[in-house]
């Protein structure tokens, strides 16, 4: 009964970092088109085990913070496994080893316009390792398990805003930036939230910024692999900064596309900063 609340749990944890001690998956995604109908994923095997490994999909709803399991009328609109293939379905990695794992669409299938998305779920047969106490040793059971999106699109495009973009502050009282992605087109954005800070080095007070960087503008913070998938209404995204005070200055906070995206910005929202008042 632990195993498909394992599998959830995992899954949503999983999907920013694609690892886990004993399976890693890359690249972190992949998309499939008519033009473009097979990918492959690498599976690893960084332990000093032997596991058998199994592939297979499950259909997770975007929210706005990660994942959920798809409701059955979600899984309707939403689900590519109909329509894709993907082999080996078993294989058998020993420590050091590598096992490439393929994608394609179904032959003879033809994909939905706009965008559909899938989990491949990769598995780990349960290993006995024991839990060594006093006076002798526990044997557990551990299973492990790695998702990764698969998005397969047909015509469409992407377009994302940034809205309720704030600087809050931690348990421990350092900056923290909070910004919403809003998906605009048919096709989910994916790239990187990038804030940034030109200092004003006119302003009185100079702080730990002003001295690093007078007149250029410095990174604050930055998080990579931010989807903006098109059927949640928005994705909050949360960066540390690390500072407890910026000084006088511009913050710009841009959403930066990658991979398919590369080169692309989505969207970029600037704001005059005022050191706070004593």
Partial sequence: MLKPL???LFCWLASPLAAAADIR????????????P?????ISNPSRRIFDGR???????????GYAPAS?????????????????????????????VTVRIRDG????????????????????????KAGGGLPV????????PVLLRNGGEARAALEDVKLLRDADGLLMLSVDIIPKGSLSSYGRIVARFSPDGAAGGATDIVQAAATSAMTLGMRRNVNGFTDA????????LGRTTLGRGRLTVAYEGEGEFSGRVFDRRSYDIEPPTQ
Avoid: N
Avoid at 86 to 100: N, Y
């Fill in 25 to 36: 998956i890359s690249p972190l995604r992949l998309v499939l088109t008519p033009q473009a």
């Fill in 38 to 42: 097979l990918a492959e994923f690498e």
């Fill in 109 to 132: 299938a033809t994909p939905p316009r706009g965008e559909r998305r899938s989990h491949l779920l990769i598995e780990a047969d349960a290993a006995r390792s024991p839990i060594r």
């Fill in 72 to 100: 059955g009328e979600a899984r309707a609109s939403v689900s590519a496994a109909p329509y894709l293939v993907v082999s080996p379905a078993h294989f058998r990695l020993k420590p050091g080893d590598r096992a490439t």
């Fill in 141 to 148: 059971d551990a299973a492990l398990g790695v998702s990764a």
């Fill in 55 to 65: 592939a297979s999909w499950i259909d997770l709803q975007a929210t706005e913070t």
């Fill in 6 to 8: 394992f599998l959830i």
């Fill in 233 to 240: 209404p928005r994705r909050r995204i949360e960066i540390p």
